[in-house]
């Protein structure tokens, strides 16, 4: 158990005094850009998948006929 507190105070130290927070502004700059590719990829996953769709429900339909 002694482990597990030392890796608890060691990892609060090391965010305390070694991690670079970046500042509001900066923050919600990034936050943006996330939420800008994410809709987009998102988008894109969609439209490959559309697309796969037609593709096999036009290949089953020439199969039955």
């Known amino acids: 158990m002694a482990g597990f507190s030392t890796?608890?105070?060691e990892s609060f130290n090391e965010l305390k005094?070694?991690?670079t927070w970046p500042t509001?502004?900066?923050?919600?700059?990034?936050t943006i850009i996330v939420l800008v590719f994410?809709?987009?990829f998102s988008l894109l996953i969609?439209?490959?998948d559309s697309l796969?769709?037609?593709i096999i429900e036009?290949?089953?339909n020439?199969?039955?006929s």
Not at 24 to 30: F, G, I, M, S, V
């Open 62 to 64: 020439w199969v039955k």
């Open 46 to 48: 969609w439209g490959v």
């Open 7 to 9: 890796y608890i105070s």
């Open 24 to 30: 509001y502004a900066e923050a919600q700059k990034l």
């Open 58 to 60: 036009l290949y089953f």
């Open 17 to 19: 005094n070694h991690v």
């Open 52 to 54: 796969f769709s037609h």
């Open 38 to 40: 994410s809709v987009l």
